[in-house]
């Protein structure tokens, strides 16, 4: 029996969040839950007719269920932090849909003939509190080599460096989450998400992959500090500011976040931190925030343009013009119809 094809069908149904019987309730009961389970478990096949209802219910092309595995990769990997308000069945599709687009990541890589290494490590480098998550933030820009500048996109400066990007659709009840893959990290983020928080989250979970925290540490705080400090570093921020004020305009605060493309919220909280701004300050703006809604809205329109990872496709199509991969193959890499790719692969 053909074990790809078992294997493609328990993904696809992970990914819709779909249960044995939720499946055959989709299709009207024209498939049993025993004869899923036995397809599921390689011990029978669907005729072609069963075959097609079954990716329709899915919402999977056909090629999918038979495309060979080239790279394995195990979901149960990619662990959400305790706090994930996701219930078990989104958490599971997630970590599935993940795998299959590094699966093809790694795949499209392999063709290519290349080869991702990832060189940062800061294992040796014990983080007990903000300043240590501040200073680690500091090495690597001055690793990256962009010093206090503003980082123009998170997304192409990561993949850079070999870090794997992976956006998905999803409602707002995720934000991201890391892990690792074929020995590379990988950072998964909210497609839906705007800029800033988009931005934010990416390095926050990349902080989750390079911090060591000392026992006891909050670690998620430690990753917002870190991210923080990425985004704008403490020094540049104080130089646009001021080390300490009364009262700071938004004026002030949307020409930081038009520029270094990190929200007014999380600046508001590095002024806090800096003591730039008391305490008292500092609660009467989240009061302030919550009682006017207008307010609100203005501190939270996103102005900073927004990024999205596009190097996995710029590699099938790479390979598409090379000739190295087919139109068909193409086509299911990038989940398009192969006319969608032979209209946009425009050679020059």
């Not at 998905?168 to 705007?194: Q, R, Y």
Request: proline share 2%; net charge neutral; aromatic share 6%.
């Amino acid at each position: 029996m053909d074990n790809t094809f078992a294997q493609r069908l328990v993904n696809a149904r992970k990914i819709r969040c779909m249960s044995q019987r939720e499946l055959c309730n989709s299709v009207d009961g024209k498939v049993s839950p025993t004869a899923i389970a036995k397809y599921e478990k390689g011990l029978m096949m669907p005729s072609t007719d069963v075959l097609i209802v079954l990716s329709k219910a899915l919402n999977m092309k056909l090629d999918y269920f038979f495309r060979p595995y080239t790279i394995d990769i195990d979901p149960s990997k990619f662990e959400f932090r305790k706090k994930s308000s996701l219930g078990s069945k989104k958490v599971e599709s997630i970590k599935y849909i993940v795998c299959s687009e590094i699966e093809k990541y790694l795949e499209i890589e392999a063709i290519l003939g290349m080869t991702s290494k990832f060189c940062l490590d800061y294992g040796n480098t014990t983080v007990e509190g903000e300043n240590e998550a501040k200073l680690l933030a500091l090495r690597l820009r001055n690793d990256l080599n962009i010093g206090s500048d503003a980082i123009v996109s998170a997304i192409d400066l990561l993949e850079s460096v070999g870090v794997k990007i992976i956006e998905i659709e999803h409602d707002s009840s995720f934000s991201g989450t890391c892990n690792e893959a074929g020995g590379l990290p990988v950072i998964v983020v909210n497609k839906n998400m705007c800029s800033e928080r988009k931005r934010l989250t990416i390095f926050h979970e990349l902080g989750h992959l390079l911090m060591h925290c000392a026992d006891g540490v909050d670690e998620e705080k430690m990753c917002n500090v870190f991210a923080n400090e990425v985004l704008i570093p403490s020094d540049k921020f104080k130089n646009l500011i001021g080390e300490s004020r009364h009262d700071i305009s938004l004026v002030e605060l949307q020409a930081i976040q038009r520029e270094y493309g990190i929200s007014v919220d999380a600046l508001m909280v590095k002024a806090a931190q800096l003591n730039i701004i008391t305490d008292r300050r500092f609660t009467s703006y989240h009061k302030k925030k919550n009682a006017l809604p207008a307010f609100k809205a203005a501190l939270e329109q996103s102005l900073y343009p927004m990024e999205h990872t596009c190097r996995f496709e710029r590699l099938v199509y790479r390979a598409l013009a090379s000739e190295v991969i087919s139109y068909s193959k193409a086509a299911a890499l990038l989940d398009k119809s192969v006319n969608e790719v032979r209209d946009t692969l425009n050679l020059m």
